[in-house]
C-alpha cells in the first residue's frame, strides 16, 4: 500500500539532485573542521601554544596523508546516511523542518542539548564497545594507527565505524524533530570538538592547581592519553561516563597539569601502555 503510493521516478531525481549538496556539505564539514584546527592551532598558533603540546613528537606528514584519504572515505559514508535523511523526511518518514523557531526557542535550544548529550552517550558506549578484541580489528584499528594524533585524524575510521558513527543521526531524528539550523550546529560542533580532540595541544584553560577549569568536559589530553593507551577514556564530549562507569585513566589530572605546566615535571610525555584492547 505504501510503495504503491511512492513516485520512484521523482524520488529518484530528488536523491540524485541533492545529493551534490549533501556530499559538498560533508567535505566542507570536515575540511573546513580539521583543515580549519590544523591551520589555526597546529600551524599558525603552534608556536604560541609550544609550552602546551602533550607530545615532543609530531604527526608525520605520511601519517596525515593516510589520515585525509581515510577520512574521505567516511566523508563519503556520512554523505550516504544523508542523503537516506534527505529521503526519508522527502517521504515523510522524518521530521527535519526549515524554520528553527517553528516550535519555539526554548525547543531548538534543548533540541540541540539534547543532539550533543544523546551524541555523547552513543559514542561512549558504541566506542568501547568497539574496543572488545574481537570487534576492535574489524571497527577501530584504523583511527588507533594514530598513535599521535593530528586534526585530520578525526575522521579517519573503518568504513564500519563510520557507519556506526553515521546513523546516530537518522535514529536521533527518529525520536527528536530537529530544525536544519539545529541539525548544523550540532554536526557543526561534533566536528570541532573532534579536532580540537586531536590536535595536540592543550587549549582547555586550566585552574590554579593544574586541574582542568572546566573539569565536565574532555579536554585534549583527555583524549590524546586514549590514543596513547586505549583502555580508558572512551567519551567525546564529557567525562561524565568515563567517571560513572570507572574507566578515566588515573593519570589523567596529572597529564593533564603537565600539559598546561601547572607542574614542575615539564611538559607532558604521555608513554604508551599496551595493545588497544578493553
Known sequence: MFDACIDYATLARFAAGIYPFVLQADLYR???GAGGTFLVINTLLAGWLAKRKIRVEKPTWRQMGREILASLRTVLIFSLIGLAIAVSVRLGLLTVYEDPAARGWPYFVINVLVLIVAHD???????????RPRLFRWFHRLHHRSYNPSPWTSYAFDASEALVNAIYLPLALMVM??????????TGHMM????IGHCGYEI???????RPLFDWLTTVTHHDLHHARARANFGLYFTFWDRVMGTE???????????????STGRAEIAPAGRPSE
Not at 570541532?192 to 579536532?195: F, G, K, V
Open 177 to 186: 524533530p530537529t530544525s536544519i539550523l539545529a541539525a548544523f550546529l550540532f
Open 249 to 263: 585513566d588515573p593519570s589523567y589530572y596529572g597529564e593533564f597539569a603537565r600539559a598546561v605546566g601547572r607542574t
Open 204 to 210: 582547555f584553560p586550566a585552574r590554579a592547581d593544574g
Open 192 to 195: 570541532l570538538r573532534n579536532a
Open 30 to 32: 570536515y575540511l573546513i
Open 121 to 131: 552517550a552513543w559514542f561512549y558506549w558504541t566506542h568501547r564497545i568497539m574496543h
